[in-house]
Structures are given as C-alpha cells and as structure tokens.
C-alpha cells in the first residue's frame, strides 16, 4: 500500500487492547488490528478492562467512552492513577462531540481521539503514530526535556550538562513529569505515583515540591515544567523540550 504507516509489520509484536462494548465495532477492530500485526486483547466494559490492562500491559488501549457501568472517562482516570497503567497510551473512542474539548485538552490523558463513525484505516494510522510517538528504547535514556536530563541508571539530573542535587521526592516528581511528557498530570497522579498515596489535603504538598524543583533546576529548565491551572502540572512536549 502507499501509505507508509502501512508499510511492513511492527518490529515485535504489540499488544492492543480494544475496549468497547458493541461487539461488532470492537470485533471489526479486533479482526483488522490482527490482520495488521498486532497482538489483540478485547474487553466489553471498564472493569474488564482495567484488570486486562493492569495484568496484561498492553502498549496501547482503545478506548471508547460510552460504556455500560464504568464509561471511557472513568477508565481513564483509573488508569491514570495506577502507576502499572498510566504510562499506557490511549486513543478514545468517542460519538459525543462535546467531550472532544477535555479529551483534546488532554485533562484526561489521552494521546489521541477518533470520533465515531470512523474508518478502520483511520485508528490503525492513529494506533500506529501514537505507538511511533511512545517508542522509547532503553537506549533514549536518559529523559529529556529543554536542557534537562534525568538519567535513571544513574539517578542523575543534569541542565546544561551541570549536575543538580535532588531530594529523591523531586527526582521522582521529575521523572514522572518527563515519563509522561507532554501529557497533564493531576496532583493526585502525582501525589499516587511519588508518593504513593492519594489524600486532597496533601495536593498543596505537590505545589511545594514543583516549586523547589524549580527553584533548583533555574528559570530555563522550569518553563518545560508547566502548571496547569485547576489541574496539575505537565512536563513540555514542545518547542526546547524534546
Ligand atoms: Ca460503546
């Protein structure tokens, strides 16, 4: 076919989950992504869903919002909370334009979105970039962003090639912050991935953080660090931060 993202199987095998609880939409999908490749996993509501992806990892979910019981938004928030699930890209699915606003602001975390009706080439192409957008070899490390990198081997922040000394709370803040580059995370994310509990009266505890890891980082290196108003924080996916 003439279209590149067409061209040739993806080097290993990678794993889709599909969830949706229509059953000739999800077995149309799952029937092309298989055709295509890929490794499928299928699952009918969110719950089934979330404990596919937390078993099984896959490198990318589908997502649809309308969904008996548990809908596409509230599986995206578990996801995002469980440290297992929350580096896992995921395309929505979704009928309703008036949620495309959130989704496309990425409050909720999506890499991506196809409006229904859609053809199948579209999501395999959407599947596809969004896969070619997260491949990050063990190799790429370490993270980057703007003039800072955070090696993880050696536990090391460096901006400008200048070594910082971090808190091991900041390093992790930072590291999360990078690992999910480009999207919005929440201080309860934040709080769950660093800190490893969720509770509202300690979000102001994230504030403070960021703003010593700021402060310590210097004024260049923090602009790649932005604040989200009502939400939290995201590492820069733009410009100097790449
Ligand atoms: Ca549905």
Redesign the pocket.
């Known amino acids: 076919m003439p279209d590149e993202a067409f061209s040739g199987k993806p080097m290993k095998t990678q794993t889709v989950l599909i969830v949706?609880?229509?059953n000739d939409?999800r077995e149309l999908l799952a029937f092309n992504l298989g055709r295509e490749g890929f490794s499928v996993l299928e699952a009918g509501d969110g719950r089934e869903a979330l404990s596919l992806a937390a078993d099984k990892k896959p490198d990318i979910i589908l997502l649809?919002?309308?969904?008996?019981g548990l809908d596409?938004l509230g599986v995206s928030r578990e996801l995002q909370r469980d440290p297992k699930t929350s580096a896992i890209p995921v395309i929505m699915?979704t009928?309703r334009g008036e949620e495309v606003d959130r989704i496309v602001g990425l409050e909720l975390g999506a890499a991506d979105y196809v409006v229904k009706p859609f053809s199948v080439r579209e999501v395999i192409l959407r599947v596809r970039s969004v896969l070619r957008r997260n491949a990050v070899p063990p190799e790429a490390f370490p993270l980057r962003c703007g003039p800072i990198a955070l090696d993880m081997a050696e536990h090391a922040v460096r901006v400008d090639g200048i070594p910082v000394e971090l808190t091991i709370t900041e390093f992790r803040l930072l590291e999360d912050l990078l690992r999910h580059k480009g999207k919005v995370r929440s201080r309860e994310q934040l709080l769950n991935a660093v800190w490893g509990y969720s509770f509202e009266g300690y979000a102001r505890t994230v504030d403070t953080h960021v703003r010593r890891l700021r402060a310590k980082i210097g004024d260049e290196a923090a602009e790649g660090i932005e604040t989200v108003r009502g939400v939290g924080y995201r590492a820069r996916n733009d410009g100097g931060c790449v």
Do not use: T
């Not at 649809?64 to 008996?68: A, H, N, Q, W």
């Open positions: 949706e609880d229509e939409i649809d919002i309308m969904l008996p596409g699915l009928a």
